[in-house]
């Protein structure tokens, strides 16, 4: 009986990616404990129940099989849509930026929606344009690209849409978009820097400046890069111990169990502790690029490798805001950092991976 | 399908596989480069990061000493500390400050002083500095402030160590007092090199022995290592260095005496100042009117410091050390002296006075203080009748340089070298100093006004004190001193202070047993002070003066009821008792005292009195209401 539950639970989990999943969550949970003082479960409590929920959406994801995520993709890409504009026309305002949609029993951001809609939107559309793809594909898949990018920066959430358009272009990019395009669009975009800058709100150019200076302004925008550098430099290579980090602990990291949890964890566990989240990160993108090449089909392929290579955007461009080598976005560091939304967008992308990992044989067969 | 290119499975998947691999070592470049940038910040930058986070969290504090008291040369307290609770302000951190003491004046009194203090406190200060509003809160003012607190954001309740001075305004231009630091202050501190030691104290000694000894007084500061927040609060204690307490002062006033003599001023203003004759130690230092030097330790109020600064009676000058005043007859016995060291006069050649002296080749007459003149006067006499005839023939005689070199080392015209600052040299004149002032030659006539101690010679009361002590001592030269001893804060070991080298003048002794015998009958019937020796049992040595302070023309009869209380000449004494072993050697002016013996003289007898006998005066008159002998 208990191995027949067992049976149901696990039949669509991929054995290695949950496990490298797992650990990081864990691991997650003792910094998030650190991160809130120590000594209160509030936090740690909380994000349990955030977990449990994201765990329950991933398992139900993966015992989907992928046609009939699929057959969801178009929906949900244009539902997302339509609530962006929504957004756009109605959204509430909050620290002068409008990004959230009162539906009236509660509170959504339609741009979490799209982190997962926009590369099943795309997968979609090259699976059914699979026979010969043409340059007019590449350019149509551009404009679905283009146009929740484009809401998603007018709120303004230059992160999300960053990370959106990354997910976008990924799927783009491995449906095999010429070099030449490539090449030559990035040389435009290059050009084209100096317009974007202008476009820039003044607090992005802050940040954008702080990261290049910091002590331009230590107790302003500097003061996030430059306490969390401090943090992780202190750390050395052992760390000072779990809850004994000194700017942890003693308020000097902002945010430091949301967007600056890297900050905590480096400070505590030191080089080593960042090692050890590298290889765990480094093997869930290496396994979800394993379960992209092993996939059935065009749609399949497409999606767990654009989940895949975002996760790894999530992870990189996190650390290296919080260490001090990239502006701060608000980005949260993936499996890690306090907060349910992110963690249940992340892990329902899980769950697409092990829907395609674990589907493929009855697709072939 | 039909018409379409037909696809090809394996070459798709190929290409995919290939964009896929790229993809994965982009990525684990981008891993290398947060693992380099992470060998980077926690290998190779390890201790910078590392420093600056220990500067982040710990935070010295420093701890302010305990300033040393001051003691008077019995014990009795002069300058002490209490602990008290002030409120104070930080008004950076306050929207409105008026409104604010507005709101505060509801819960507990602010008087009109405090808060003019305040806003003069404000106005020397930057606005991140906490200034108190109210100080010495009483304990209700206290617990009611507290339930309020909420209510003032910016406002605390500190417990300090005040500063008081139990005596008041008693002897208050010798004790000083401590007051703000204010910028001037800062720099000195400055350029002492002594900023860490000053770091959380915000007093510091201004005046008199307060400001003299400052470095004994003040102490050495501790510190404590606290771990701080980001919000700065205290988290923890890490470690403490304590501070170590200045050292207490034992001085050589006796406070008692001091009152004695301050309240034998009645109501003149004036300078006393009284030293064993033997040490050079003052006993008592008075300058009139004083001053509350209490008013200073919270930062002086703008009405009282007003009422201080723009008094035509000049409280906060030290008339003691820097009144410069034309010594009058006092300098007679020096005189004599002089005449007797340069073999001008024998001690039995005498003249005939009578009532002038006429400087040869010049019309005008040198009047006498007494018309008529006072017959035939030998040295002795001219120093008890006080005959001015005989000194006009003196510095004639002498000449202005001889009186110079002889004053000099007796310390006229120079500091006298007491350990509070401030002091003035008053003026020993000479035909060089006149040429060197006002390019001008000395003439004869302007010997004969200094012979009698007035004309261009100016001294301080301390001057005047420190001659009369060498009178009294036996022609040894002191210098006076305030402080005595200190006593180490941690060992309370007494180190007494060196008496600085008594210099022996070349004063022949029996020289100086004729001008001691005449000074004593000065203060015996028939003396110019008889007042002050009548129905005493010791022996006062004396001698009156009278300083002008308008100047009278020849022939102009000076009629005291007539002229100006202003206007009224100082009136000036020097003594020392008992004659035949001096105690205590003094020297006393009145301003606008009239004459020397009947107002200076019986503050020299109550002071004697108290000092020799312990006996406390029983006043009975008013000073300078007892006719006497003019001069």
Redesign the interface.
């Known amino acids: 009986m208990i191995s027949r539950l067992f049976e149901i639970l696990a039949r669509r989990i991929d054995g290695p990616l949950m496990v490298a999943l797992v650990l990081t969550v864990s691991l997650g949970l003792t910094v998030v404990y650190s991160a809130s003082g120590g000594g209160s479960l509030d936090r740690v409590m909380g994000q349990g129940r955030n977990l449990a929920v994201a765990l329950a959406a991933l398992w139900i994801v993966a015992n989907i099989p992928p046609q009939a995520l699929m057959r969801l993709a178009v929906p949900a890409y244009v539902g997302g849509l339509v609530l962006l504009v929504g957004v756009a026309l109605f959204g509430e305002v909050r620290n002068g930026a409008r990004r959230w949609l009162n539906l009236g029993f509660t509170t959504i951001q339609p741009s979490e929606i799209m982190k997962i809609a926009v590369p099943l939107m795309l997968a979609w559309y090259f699976q059914r344009h699979?026979?010969?793809l043409k340059l007019r594909d590449y350019a149509l898949a551009a404009i679905l690209l283009a146009l929740p990018v484009g809401l998603i920066v007018r709120q303004p959430d230059l992160g999300t849409a960053l990370l959106i358009f990354a997910s976008g272009f990924?799927v783009i990019?491995?449906a095999?978009l010429s070099w030449k395009i490539i090449v030559s669009l990035g040389v435009t975009g290059l050009a084209l820097l100096p317009v974007l800058w202008g476009m820039l709100h003044d607090y992005q150019r802050r940040r954008v400046l702080t990261l290049i200076d910091p002590m331009e302004d230590p107790l302003g925008a500097g003061y996030h890069i430059i306490?969390s550098?401090?943090?992780?430099?202190?750390?050395?290579?052992l760390g000072k111990g779990w809850l004994n980090g000194?700017?942890a602990q003693?308020?000097?990291v902002p945010e430091r169990s949301t967007d600056f949890i890297l900050a905590v964890y480096?400070e505590e566990f030191?080089?080593a502790g960042?090692?050890v989240l590298?290889l765990l990160?480094?093997l869930i993108?290496?396994r979800g690029?394993m379960i992209?090449?092993n996939a059935s089909t065009?749609f399949a392929?497409l999606t767990a490798?654009a989940i895949s290579?975002t996760f790894?955007t999530y992870a990189?461009v996190n650390?290296?805001m919080v260490?001090?080598?990239l502006p701060v976005v608000g980005v949260p560091l993936p499996l890690m950092s306090y907060g349910g939304t992110a963690l249940l967008s992340m892990l329902v992308g899980f769950g697409v991976l092990m829907s395609i990992s674990t589907h493929k044989q009855l697709v072939s067969s | 399908m039909v018409g379409q290119a037909l696809r090809d499975p394996r070459r798709e998947l190929t290409v995919f596989r290939n964009r896929l691999t790229v993809a994965g070592v982009l990525a684990l470049v981008a891993f290398g480069l947060l693992v380099s940038r992470f060998v980077w910040l926690q290998v190779v930058q390890r201790e910078y990061y590392h420093t600056l986070a220990e500067a982040n969290r710990i935070s010295v504090v420093p701890v302010v000493p305990n300033r040393g008291i001051i003691l008077d040369r019995k014990g009795q307290v002069l300058a002490a500390n209490y602990s008290a609770y002030t409120l104070e302000i930080t008004p950076s951190k306050v929207g409105n400050v008026e409104k604010a003491i507005d709101d505060l004046a509801t819960v507990i009194e602010v008087a009109p002083r405090d808060r003019r203090r305040f806003k003069r406190l404000q106005e020397e200060s930057k606005n991140f500095e906490s200034l108190p509003i109210r100080t010495r809160l009483t304990e209700e003012e206290v617990a009611r402030f507290a339930v309020n607190r909420w209510r003032f954001p910016g406002f605390e309740i500190k417990a300090r160590l005040f500063r008081s001075y139990p005596h008041g305004e008693v002897a208050s231009h010798a004790i000083g007092y401590i007051g703000r630091i204010n910028e001037a202050d800062v720099r000195r501190i400055e350029t002492a090199g002594l900023t860490t030691n000053y770091k959380g104290t915000d007093h510091i000694g201004k005046l008199g022995i307060e400001g003299a000894y400052e470095k004994e007084l003040h102490g050495t500061t501790g510190s404590e290592q606290v771990e701080i927040d980001a919000g700065g609060r205290a988290i923890r204690a890490l470690s403490r260095s304590e501070p170590q307490s200045g050292n207490n002062l034992l001085v050589t006033l006796d406070i008692e005496l001091q009152k004695v003599a301050e309240e034998a001023f009645q109501d003149y203003r004036g300078a006393l100042v009284a030293l064993d004759p033997s040490t050079g130690d003052v006993l008592a230092l008075v300058s009139k009117p004083g001053f509350d030097p209490n008013l200073f330790v919270d930062g002086i109020d703008p009405v009282n410091w007003d009422a201080l600064n723009n008094s035509p009676d000049k409280p906060l000058n030290n008339r003691a050390l820097r009144g410069q005043y034309p010594p009058g007859s006092t300098i007679k016995p020096f005189m004599a002296l002089a005449a007797l060291h340069y073999g001008k006069r024998t001690p039995e050649y005498a003249i005939s006075d009578p009532g002038h002296w006429m400087l040869p080749g010049v019309s005008r007459p040198f009047r006498d203080w007494k018309p008529g003149g006072h017959g035939m006067v030998n040295l002795h006499r001219s120093i008890v009748v006080s005959c001015d005839t005989y000194y006009y023939g003196l510095a004639n005689d002498l000449g202005v340089d001889a009186i110079h070199r002889f004053m000099t080392p007796l310390g006229f015209g120079s500091r006298t070298g007491i350990d509070i600052d401030g002091e003035l040299p008053g003026l020993q004149p000479s035909t060089d100093w006149k040429w060197q002032r006002f390019k001008q030659k000395w003439y004869a006539g302007d010997t004969i006004s200094v012979g009698i101690g007035q004309g261009y010679w100016l001294s301080t009361p301390l001057q005047l004190a420190t001659a009369v002590a060498t009178l009294a001592n036996g022609g040894n030269a002191v210098h006076p001193r305030l402080v005595r001893g200190v006593q180490d804060a941690r060992t309370q070991e007494i180190r007494e202070l060196p008496i600085r080298a008594r210099e022996s003048l070349s004063i022949k002794p029996e020289h100086l047993e004729l001008v001691r015998a005449a000074m004593i009958d000065v203060t015996k019937p028939g003396g110019t002070a008889t007042r002050v020796g009548q129905g005493a049992p010791y022996l006062v040595a004396g001698k009156t003066g009278t300083a002008q302070v308008v100047g009278m023309k020849a022939g102009e009869k000076y009629d005291e009821k007539k002229v100006k209380e202003r206007h009224r000449d100082h009136a000036l004494f020097i003594a020392y008792a008992p004659a035949d072993n001096p105690k205590v050697a003094l020297a006393i002016l009145v301003e606008n005292g009239g004459h020397g013996g009947s107002t200076a003289g019986p503050i020299a007898r109550e002071v004697f009195d108290f000092a020799i006998l312990g006996k406390r005066p029983e006043r009975k008159q008013k000073l300078g209401e007892e006719d006497g002998p003019n001069d």
């Open positions: 699979e026979e010969g990924f990019f491995l095999g306490q550098t401090i943090a992780i430099g202190s750390g050395g290579v000194t700017q003693l308020d000097f480096g030191g080089l960042n090692l590298i990160y480094a993108v290496a690029l992209a090449a065009t392929r490798g290579l790894f990189f650390m290296g260490s001090g080598i």
